[in-house]
């Protein structure tokens, strides 16, 4: 699996032509507490760059764009059930929403996180 990220502070993990999506740690940290996510429609099909969803918090509310074309084949339900984890595991059990590739070659344009670390810091 490989994991990329976004100037807009997403992350992209993709294992065959499944690809999952969240927010990075420095997103979290600079939201703040999490307390509602706005997650797109399964069977939604998104251009990369798309405002796929909103993520909310105590200090603002962000929107979360699609790291890659896709569509949308799942949705983290625990997530909407429990906002925190996307403070909380924001790598893990905080991953937003999962998409089939429609153009796996936009991955390459993504930063790795040595790439990510330097933007971010």
């Known amino acids: 699996m490989t ?7 997403e992350w992209i993990t993709v294992d065959g032509d499944i690809a999952t999506v969240g927010i990075t740690h420095h997103a ?5 507490d999490v307390v509602f996510v706005d997650l ?6 998104f251009a990369q760059k ?3 969803g909103v993520v909310e918090s105590v200090k603002a509310a962000a929107d979360v764009y699609m790291p890659i074309s896709g569509e949308v084949t799942e949705v983290n339900e625990a997530l909407r059930n429990d906002p925190s984890l996307a403070n909380s595991d ?3 059990a905080g ?13 390459d344009a993504l930063l790795d996180e040595t790439a990510y670390t330097a933007f971010s810091a």
């Open 95 to 107: 991953w937003f929403f999962k998409v089939k590739l429609s153009d796996a070659s936009q991955i």
């Open 50 to 52: 798309d405002v796929a």
């Open 40 to 45: 797109p429609e399964v069977g939604k099909t």
């Open 90 to 92: 924001p790598l893990g």
């Open 28 to 32: 979290q940290d600079a939201l703040g």
């Open 3 to 9: 994991t990329k990220y976004t100037e807009d502070h």
